[in-house]
């Protein structure tokens, strides 16, 4: 049952991926009104927000973008940032939505950000004590108990970036229809685009969960 649980939150990640890339390339021809590219986008959300200590910067790659609250950057990816059309528009509005929860202290957004240099610590060395620790499970359980608790830590750190993430579109969606940047033809594209953005983070949160529960079922030695 497990695997088939794991099997189907893997081909669950791959149709959502897929689904995001091909919305992405759909909404990418639909331009926006007023000719804004994504950074003209994010520049003026930024502004009726009040926030002006935010630098909107380019940044490589697809589907790049994120917001830095380390340094106050939009980083929008080179296919976002210079395009009008409506996927860019709906994810700069995104990403400064983030801009905007760092601005009023949005406390789903302070504690991701609180849990982000323990989330390094244990990205970086989960898969070595989780390894180590299977294979020394009946002489020192305690090294399999660590890595379990390192990677709950990646877990409970995908799950709350769920809310994080779905405040940051709300926020978006909303200004754009009250900014004027989309309209009656448009909006239904920018909330279907954020939508399947959505998706992916709650196929990765229940994805890391699984795996979670079955390294908890191996040290429980109920592998079967």
Known sequence: MYWIL?????????????????????????????GLTGRDIAVKML???????????????????????ANKTVNLSEDVYDTCSVAAAAVAAHEC??????????APLKMRSSLVPVISF???????????????LNVFPQIMLFGI?????TTLFSFITLPVEIDASRRAVKWLSEAGVTNNRNYGAAVSALRSAAYTY??????SLATLLYYIMIFLGRRD
């Open 202 to 207: 709650v196929v990765a949160a229940l994805g």
């Open 47 to 69: 502004h009726d927000n009040g926030i002006y200590d935010v630098e909107v910067v380019s940044t490589s790659g697809s589907l790049t973008d994120h917001y830095n609250p």
């Open 6 to 34: 794991f099997i189907g939150i893997a081909l669950a990640s791959w149709l959502v991926q897929a689904n995001l890339k091909n919305k992405f390339e759909k909404y990418s021809k639909i331009p926006i009104d007023g």
């Open 149 to 153: 608790i390192l990677f709950a830590a």
């Open 97 to 106: 939505g983030h801009a905007v929860q760092h601005a009023h202290a949005y």
């Open 122 to 136: 244990a990205s970086n060395w989960m898969m070595w004590v989780l390894l180590i620790g299977m294979f020394t």
